[in-house]
């Protein structure tokens, strides 16, 4: 297994890391997902970490916190050789005091995490989503507070603008806070939006991509083909209302390249495009996810080989869109000093 520093950080992670959505799954969009209890979450653990997959993805709000509680109890006895990453901020239930990173909430959201995880530190703490609501000040000052407590190591985000992302780096450097090291974000071959802002700025200031979602929301598990109807047993049915929208002309145009170069490598399609992500700039884990261990060892077969430069130049070109602007003026005009996203 490779590793890598998460972003200007010292902390040195997998390029593949574990999600634990499929922990305790329940309710629409995570029962879909799966719903692994402790037995079957600790075997998956052992196999992560017989690869040197040691980096664990959860949130609080993956099934109300029963991802993290069988996350602990799959890292029982074992603390020591695990990372693990969460993420707070998203409702967890309808009063006021539910949502949100204020002070109070932050601070209980961490010790709540704690708990369920049974451990008394997180190695990276991440917030789910901006809370315009509350001062990046705030924020930033009751991290400062829960990482001089020794309860969280690094701190991240999901989902922010950049703005978002600037204005908090601002900030955390004027005071002398921690910084964002972290970005954990959508990126897939039908879905590159984060190459316009979020990449430059993550190679501006040291923040590495832990990228969810890699294979498009299950879109580019193989199972999906030109002229095809829907597997019948696909998730897609319950759960692409909850994610990307993707283009289906764009789907098939990336996965029939995908799948040509299946043909010619003797990979599966599921490690093609995760090897891609691989090679992106600023992309510091890529975090993969599975219901069994049969999709679990597939998905470790990303590692360990590499396209050839044909190869990546031909899936840029079928997953490539116009830049939105004010960025397409830069890509089609000559002589703009720029970050160009196919290069590696």
Known sequence: MEYRRLGASGLRVPVLSFGCGTFGGSGPLFGAWGNSDAAEARRLVDICLDAGVNLLDTADVYSAGASEEVLGQAIKGRRGDVLISTKTGLPMGDGPAEWGTSSA???????????????????????HAFDASTPVEEVLSTLDRL???GKVRYVGVSNF??????????????HGWPRYVANQVYYSLVGRDYEWDLMPLGLDQGVGAMVW???????????????????????????AAFGP????????????????????????VPQIALNWLLSRPTVSSVIIGARNEEQLRQNLGAVGWSLTAEQIAVLDAASVTDASYPHFPYYRQEGFARLNPPAV
């Open 147 to 149: 990482v001089n407590a």
């Open 213 to 239: 979602s890699p294979l498009g929301w299950g879109r580019l598990t193989g199972k999906i083909r030109r002229g095809v109807p829907l597997p019948e047993k696909s998730r897609l049915h319950e759960t």
């Open 245 to 268: 929208p993707v283009d289906d002309e764009r789907l098939y145009r990336v996965i029939d390249a995908l799948e040509a170069i299946a043909g010619e490598t003797g990979k599966t």
């Open 161 to 174: 603008a950049g703005w978002q992302i600037m204005k908090s780096l601002a900030a955390a450097d004027r």
């Open 105 to 127: 909430r932050l601070t209980a959201s961490v010790d709540g995490a704690l708990r369920r995880l049974g451990t008394d530190y997180i190695d990276l703490l991440q917030l």
